[in-house]
């Protein structure tokens, strides 16, 4: 990944990568029975680029794309999307009407969104019930009533009802108990669908780590966000040797050191000296800091890799900078720094950086941005690394 002049702080994202994913993804669902792919590209693409990641999802055939808002379903229209397209968190007030002429499916939680989503019909709406996780969609309470209403509306021409589904609480702990029970409860609930009349064409309640860890949830869909950027959505599952491990990262992250230098014994490294030089070595300025999405909690936990080697962060991180220790070598200024990238190289990676500062993956990719420039490579293009778009 190098180019002439590449910019202080970067974030390099490999479609090539993505497209593998959804690829081994699709293989996962691949059985006797057609069970169709979702790539999840909310939140900026988990930080990876919403637009570019769906173009490339769709291109490894996904054959879905979600998103949680309104405003990404249309921004994902603009950019020339046509395909299948499900949005699920809606506020009162939004621009349903929006979403409804640009060929959106959305999704009602409760008898009021319904209403409100019916008033601008026809429209394809798609149904969450809530089976365990007590975030959105609607309590088992009011399954009946939303599926009567629905019903109702459906034939009167305002809706057509395309989908049912929920969503996991802890598929990334295949043992939990409530993996069961909310399989169970999304049964019931479909079972008091049909008795009200509605035919879905899809019903799905898997994500990623569901997805792969559990084939009896897959329905007519799944739905994968983190595994479409090669993240473990399980790492607390036990190793694994099958497409779990076969997952390619897509994110680098990666900036130019600014300098390198000598600190002696004793000397107290950034804000509030909370760690000081042991014996005489060597430090680098690291240009990213929380300011641009790299945890603060990182500091003194978490390691960078400069010239083929973890290097550990010393004391605070800033808001623009950290320091790392270059234990006695010297490297001069622009000497690359990966922060975490594949792992390919033995850089940390995503997973490494969460494990250090005690979160998940989703959380690192998703936050880092600030001022590092992201652009995207295709390491299957011919050429290799071309670039192929920027921001
Ligand atoms: C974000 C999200 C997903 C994707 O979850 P992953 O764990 O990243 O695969 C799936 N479904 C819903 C409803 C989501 O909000």
Redesign the pocket.
């Known amino acids: 990944m190098s180019d002439p002049v590449p910019p202080r702080a970067e974030i390099v994202v490999d479609l090539a990568a993505v497209r593998h994913n959804v690829r081994l993804l699709k293989d996962v669902v691949r059985g006797e029975r057609p069970v169709a792919l979702m790539a999840?590209v909310?939140a900026d693409g988990y930080g990876h680029g919403m637009v570019e990641v769906a173009a490339a999802a769709r291109a490894a055939g996904a054959d879905w794309l979600?998103v949680?808002t309104i405003e990404e379903a249309l921004a994902l229209r603009a950019a020339g999307d046509r395909g299948p397209l499900l949005c699920?968190l809606s506020a009162p007030g939004d621009d349903f009407a929006a979403a409804v002429a640009a060929d959106v499916e959305v999704t009602a939680y409760s008898l009021e969104e319904l209403e409100e989503i019916a008033a601008v019909g026809p429209a394809r709406v798609q149904l969450k019930v809530d089976t365990g996780l007590s975030r959105g969609g609607a309590a088992r309470q009011d399954w009946h009533d939303l599926f009567a209403v629905a019903s109702d509306l459906e034939r009167e021409g305002r809706i057509r009802v395309t989908g049912i589904w929920s969503?996991f609480a802890a598929s990334d702990d295949p043992a939990h108990p409530a993996n069961d029970a909310q399989e169970a409860a999304f049964r019931d609930a479909l079972a008091l669908a049909a008795s009200a009349g509605l035919e879905p064409d899809v019903t799905h309640l898997a994500?990623?780590?569901a997805t792969l860890l559990r084939p009896s949830s897959h329905f007519d869909l799944v739905?994968?966000?983190?595994?479409t950027y090669g993240l473990d959505?399980a790492p607390g599952a036990g190793s694994d040797d099958g497409p779990r491990a076969a997952l390619r990262p897509a994110m680098t992250a990666r900036a130019r050191l600014v300098m390198s230098k000598a600190i002696a014994a004793g000397d107290g490294v950034s804000y509030g000296h909370t760690w000081h030089a042991p014996d005489d070595t060597t430090v680098g300025l690291v240009p990213a800091g929380y300011g641009d999405g790299v945890p603060r909690a990182a500091g003194n936990v978490a390691a960078v890799w400069v010239d083929d080697a973890l290097r550990p962060i010393r004391g605070r991180v800033c808001m623009d900078q950290v320091v790392v220790d270059l234990g006695g070598e010297l490297p001069p200024p622009g000497t690359e720094v990966v922060l975490f990238g594949p792992g390919d190289r033995g850089e940390p990676t995503a997973q490494d950086w969460a494990e250090a500062v005690d979160t998940i993956s989703?959380e690192i990719v998703t936050r880092v941005g600030g001022r590092f420039v992201r652009r995207h490579i295709d390491t299957d293009a011919p050429g290799g690394a071309s670039e192929r778009t920027a921001r």
Do not use: Q
């Open positions: 999840v909310k979600g949680a699920w969503h994500n990623s780590a739905r994968c966000g983190i595994a959505p989703y």
